[in-house]
């Protein structure tokens, strides 16, 4: 089949989400178009698997930043999920919503819906929090929210000394405060990751109107005047064109959507001609102004050997422990989301403190 009503191009977290939801509705044919393969990898399942996938690119776009003069002239790695689920399917699972504030100025700049009371229902209808409902969280919706089962005591002790410090002891970054430290909530379910793919997709991948196309990568959007008619997509050396009755909707991340608009010739005309693409639906700002939040790794000579480290004998015991724990509980350290616990602060709460000290 070539024609569809809804392309949906890439499988990420959003695009899992909307194969099914768009596919509810049985008079609908939908396509999802996914770069990456299957994601049925234990190194995508075994939540600590991220500690493969991540640095070493499996699954994973591996992408990386210009050289950026705020970052002392360094290029960022930026990894990205490939395969379906996309970043889910290697992210940290933390559970963690964005701040009140934050969608409340947007619904005030003019984004109608967007405020946090109106976002919160959905955030609701989406989980299945393990704790059970209340004002800030949902049960019985596809994405599984549970608490850690691995709980590290280096992490325990980062919660201890904040509290010690000062910092309110927060159980939940999800309820009325986000501030003070704690353990984060995961998606997962019984010990596994519970990427958007294992929570939205793969429920309702036999659908006879889903159509998952994976391994196949969006080279372009095929416009029509301004309206985009479908997709070209490269598997292998072979090239297709699919096209829509309805709509192409490109959920290909914040990286990949922008990029497939430049290459399908919708953007800056100076930008474009300078890749000679020709410019078909000149539209400002395309591929500009990404804001990422960087993500800073302290690394401890821990003396006391109760990290986890495989290069040493103790490490080495520890780790068959682990394999055996998980395989017959799902618990231990394979479990671990590699970010098991950590805090909210304010800013000038820090700085403040930075000042005194
Ligand atoms: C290492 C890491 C850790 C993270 N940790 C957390 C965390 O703990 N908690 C949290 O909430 N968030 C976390 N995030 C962020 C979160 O995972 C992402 O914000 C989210 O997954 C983005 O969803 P998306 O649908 O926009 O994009 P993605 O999930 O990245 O999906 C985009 C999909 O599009 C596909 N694609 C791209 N280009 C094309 C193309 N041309 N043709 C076809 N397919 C294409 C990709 O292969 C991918 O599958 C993390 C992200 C990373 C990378």
Not at 70 to 78: A, S
Not at 334 to 346: D, F, I, K, Y
């Given at each position: 089949?070539?024609?569809?009503?809804?392309?949906?191009?890439?499988?990420?977290?959003?695009?899992?989400?909307?194969?099914?939801?768009?596919?509810?509705?049985?008079?609908?044919?939908?396509?999802?178009?996914?770069?990456?393969?299957?994601?049925?990898?234990?190194?995508?399942?075994?939540?600590?698997?991220?500690?493969v996938t991540v640095p070493h690119g499996m699954h994973n776009w591996q992408l990386n930043a210009m050289k950026q003069s705020?970052?002392?002239?360094?290029?960022?790695?930026?990894p990205r999920g490939k395969t379906l689920g996309g970043s889910s399917s290697i992210n940290a699972m933390l559970y963690i919503r964005g701040q009140k504030q934050d969608y409340d100025q947007w619904a005030a700049q003019g984004n109608e819906g967007w405020s946090f009371n109106e976002v919160l229902p959905y955030f609701r209808k989406a989980q299945n929090q393990e704790?059970?409902?209340?004002?800030?969280h949902g049960t019985g919706g596809p994405l599984n929210v549970a608490d850690p089962r691995s709980q590290h005591c280096l992490s325990e002790a980062f919660i201890r000394g904040a509290v010690e410090a000062g910092e309110k002891d927060n159980p939940d970054f999800n309820g009325a405060d986000q501030e003070g430290v704690g353990w984060y909530q995961v998606t997962q379910k019984e010990g596994q990751r519970c990427s958007s793919a294992?929570?939205?997709?793969?429920?309702?991948?036999?659908r006879p109107n889903l159509t998952v196309m994976t391994d196949s990568q969006t080279a372009r959007?095929?416009?029509?005047?301004?309206?985009?008619?479908?997709?070209?997509?490269?598997?292998g050396v072979v090239r297709r064109k699919l096209f829509a009755r309805k709509e192409v909707i490109l959920s290909a991340g914040a990286?990949?959507?922008?990029?497939?608009?430049?290459?399908?010739?919708i953007g800056s005309r100076e930008k474009l001609d300078s890749h000679n693409i020709d410019c078909l639906h000149e539209l400002q700002g395309v591929g500009e102004n990404l804001q990422e939040h960087p993500d800073v790794l302290v690394v401890?000579?821990?003396?006391?050997?109760?990290?986890?480290?495989?290069g040493r004998p103790l490490g080495m015991v520890r780790g068959i422990k682990d394999i055996a724990k998980y395989i017959h509980k799902k618990e231990g350290f394979?479990?671990?989301?590699?970010?098991?616990?950590?805090?909210?602060?304010?800013f000038y709460k820090i700085f403040t403190r930075c000042r005194k000290a």
């Open positions: 089949m070539t024609e569809f009503d809804y392309i949906i191009v890439g499988g990420g977290s959003a695009g899992c989400v909307l194969a099914n939801r768009l596919s509810e509705n049985p008079d609908h044919q939908v396509c999802l178009v996914e770069a990456g393969g299957s994601d049925k990898s234990p190194l995508v399942y075994i939540p600590a698997g991220a500690a705020t970052m002392n002239n360094r290029d960022i790695y930026c704790r059970g409902a209340s004002e800030f294992a929570a939205y997709l793969h429920p309702v991948i036999d959007v095929i416009l029509e005047g301004k309206k985009a008619k479908g997709v070209e997509i490269v598997r990286f990949g959507s922008p990029q497939l608009m430049l290459l399908s010739g401890v000579n821990d003396k006391t050997a109760s990290s986890v480290a495989f394979l479990a671990s989301s590699l970010a098991e616990s950590g805090g909210v602060w304010r």
